[in-house]
């Protein structure tokens, strides 16, 4: 079973730039994903990474951030960059079943970490 443990949460200004880091095990053959909450909003898919490599973001996302991995370190990443208010929320790594392709949906995902919590100020 897939572990993961998020990190690198944190309260920045408009502008500011965040990299989180989730320690994992058990993925290997899993699409690996982040998705983030807003009080009283729904769940909604940040960034995603396929075993292979491939990469989807949200719109609202694109051209900010950049998700990646470290195979060897065990650890998914998302680089956040000229981060928004609207940014803020609670920030979840999470990962599917073996051999699901990467994908922004959160029922595909099995797997999930505790959160970690950013907030951007205006």
């Known amino acids: 079973q897939v572990q993961l443990v998020e990190s690198g949460g944190a309260s920045v200004q408009a502008g500011g730039s965040l990299r989180l880091s989730c320690a994992a095990s058990?993925?290997?053959?899993?699409?690996l994903g982040w998705f983030r909450q807003a009080p009283g909003k729904e769940r909604e898919g940040v960034a995603a990474?396929?075993?292979?490599?491939?990469?989807r973001y949200a719109d609202s996302v694109k051209g900010r951030f950049t998700i990646s991995k470290d195979n060897a370190k065990s650890t998914l990443y998302l680089q956040m960059n000229s981060l928004k208010p609207e940014d803020t929320g609670m920030y979840f790594c999470?990962?599917?079943?073996?051999?699901?392709?990467?994908?922004?949906?959160?029922?595909?995902?099995?797997?999930w970490g505790q959160g970690t919590q950013v907030t951007v100020s205006s």
């Open positions: 999470a990962a599917t079943k073996p051999w699901v392709r990467s994908t922004l949906d959160v029922v595909a995902f099995s797997y």
């Open positions: 058990g993925y290997t053959a899993s699409s």
């Open positions: 990474i396929d075993r292979y490599g491939s990469t």
